[in-house]
């Protein structure tokens, strides 16, 4: 069922409405109690309730006036397209057209038979008016609360079931769709692809399988080697907690004194250890013969980042003598 065009005129809060829908999803949207309740309302009124019924009083244009009238096109089918246009009210009426256009309609029923040829043709589960079973007002039935439950009453459809219809078209329409919908290649495929993995999991009787290669018990072992590693990890973290409080223990119980001589002692030595001293020697080579041994320069300690013709430091740390005989 397609929904082509709605007309409503004095309905509710909705003075005169005219509504194209177009092909795929369509959204009413806007500011609250600007109507969009009341269209879909308009809707479901028009298919379902007969326009002499008194549930109507609710719907009566809230300025006074005329009765409300509510007009609508739809199509069921391909070149059947139908229009239904109803006056609510005492003196109201019904109509009933058809057309393979959409252009040009022929009248098909009038009055009260245009309700009972409109629920032959939604085969929605609902019985003509009048009939055993019929009730008055807005009848419903599990199809009827799917396709236009009320924005306040959702969940309406949870209490609704097909076995609550009063006629069996509900379900004759239902199963028609379904084996439409069976002879769709991608179902097929989907459907396979489901008993496939359903049948990795029970038998034929419905019991869950428990062979070694069985689905629930690759998944229980999972979950059990898991909880083993989670214990694992859960241990170590505990471990190290405990090191950690350990040490921080027996820090505490060491005296400040002896705490600040650990750390200096500790600064001297990496301080030393980044900084390695070497002995360099100015350009003596060079001029080695007319130096005597007392007037050969002394080494100076330096550091690995000097350059090795950058001034020797002013305070020697080995004596020229030493150093010069364990040279020669």
């Known amino acids: 069922m397609k929904l082509h065009r709605l007309r409503v005129t004095n309905f509710a809060a909705v003075r005169e409405a005219d509504v194209a829908f177009g092909k795929g999803l369509n959204v009413l949207y806007g500011p609250n109690d600007l109507g969009k309740s009341t269209l879909v309302d308009a809707i479901r009124l028009v298919l379902l309730l007969p326009y002499t019924s008194t549930s ?3 719907y009566i244009a809230w300025t006074g006036g005329r009765e409300p009238v509510v007009e609508l096109t739809f199509e ?6 139908w229009r239904v246009r109803k006056e609510f009210g005492k003196g109201g009426s019904a109509l009933l057209q058809e057309s393979k256009n959409g252009q ?14 409109l629920r ?7 019985p003509e008016p009048g009939g055993t079973g019929g009730g008055k007002g807005l009848p419903t ?5 799917a396709l236009l439950s009320t924005q306040s009453d959702v969940a309406a459809i949870l209490g609704e079931n097909l076995q609550n219809d009063l006629t069996a078209s509900g379900k004759e329409w239902i199963a028609a769709a379904l084996q439409a919908v069976a002879q769709d290649p991608l179902f097929v495929s989907l459907l396979r ?12 009787k419905g019991s869950k399988k428990t062979a070694k290669s069985s689905v629930f018990k690759v998944a229980a072992d999972r ?17 190290s907690e405990g090191a950690e409080a350990l040490l921080r223990e027996l820090f505490q119980n060491v005296a400040p004194s002896k705490r600040s001589n650990a750390f200096s002692r500790w600064h001297a030595r990496s301080t030393t250890a980044r900084r390695k001293p070497t002995f360099c020697f100015p350009s003596w080579k060079k001029q080695r013969a007319r130096w005597s ?29 030493k150093l010069w005989s364990a040279r020669s």
């Not at 032959?120 to 609902?126: D, M, P, T, V, Y």
């Not at 059990?224 to 973290?237: H, Y």
């Not at 690995?304 to 080995?318: G, Q, V």
Request: with cysteine; proline share 6%; glycine share 2%.
């Open 56 to 58: 109507i009083e609710q």
């Open 76 to 81: 069921t089918e391909e070149h059947r397209i």
């Open 104 to 117: 040009e309609f022929d009248d098909v029923e009038r009055a009260r038979k245009v309700d009972g040829r």
């Open 120 to 126: 032959e043709i939604l085969r929605w589960g609902i």
């Open 141 to 145: 039935s599990f199809l009827a609360t």
């Open 193 to 204: 692809d489901a008993q496939a993995r359903r049948d990795e999991a029970y038998t034929d």
């Open 223 to 239: 979950v059990k080697d898991t909880r083993e590693e989670k214990d694992r990890l859960q241990k170590v973290v505990d471990d």
């Open 293 to 321: 041994p007392r007037s050969r320069p002394s080494p100076k300690l330096c550091s690995l980042s000097k350059r090795r013709n950058r001034p020797p430091a002013k305070k020697p740390i080995l004596t020229s003598m």
